[in-house]
């Protein structure tokens, strides 16, 4: 979130009002001390929007933790997995089950394993029981698309 382009819309916008009045140097000190107050006041909204906009994405988000964190002096939402790493004993595995993927997929499935050090089997075993965990401790669809607040 870019507060400081909001700080500068609504500066602009005064200094717009005040060349209405002329040069009186009144009024001019009027328009600075109006900007000096609200300035303070625009960033704390900015904030306040972020919280809002970060509980209204948690709400659709439930497996997830929106924090509002300072990045460079602007609030910016993080959004981070709550849920947990089942762990699957990959030593049992008895059951058997065909599937048909695409190449592409397939090349994805090997590249992620050996990144991780795993086997091909031994990663879409973890992979598919982390799924099927948090489906089932969630009764909520699962969130694809944009959030808009």
């Known amino acids: 979130m870019d507060i ?7 500066q602009a916008v005064v200094a717009g009002q005040l060349l209405l009045a002329g040069d009186n ?13 609200l300035e303070p006041a625009l960033r704390q909204a900015g904030a306040t929007l972020a919280e809002q906009a970060a509980a209204e994405v948690s709400a659709q988000l ?3 933790a929106i924090d509002v964190v300072l990045s460079s002096g602007q609030p910016a939402l ?4 709550t849920s947990t ?10 059951a058997r089950m065909t ?3 695409p190449e592409d997929l397939k090349e994805d499935l090997e590249d992620a394993a050996a990144n991780l050090g795993d086997s091909v089997n031994t990663f879409v075993v973890r ?3 982390g799924k099927a ?7 909520r669809s699962v969130f694809e698309g944009m959030i808009e607040t």
């Open 4 to 10: 400081d382009s909001v700080v500068d819309q609504v």
């Open 25 to 37: 140097p009144a009024i001019n000190a009027a328009g600075d001390a109006v900007m000096l107050v």
């Open 62 to 64: 439930p497996d997830h």
């Open 78 to 81: 993080v959004v981070r997995s």
């Open 85 to 94: 790493e089942v762990t699957v004993n990959t030593d049992d595995c008895d």
């Open 99 to 101: 599937v048909r993927l």
């Open 127 to 129: 992979v598919l029981a």
């Open 133 to 139: 965990s948090a489906r089932r401790g969630s009764s």
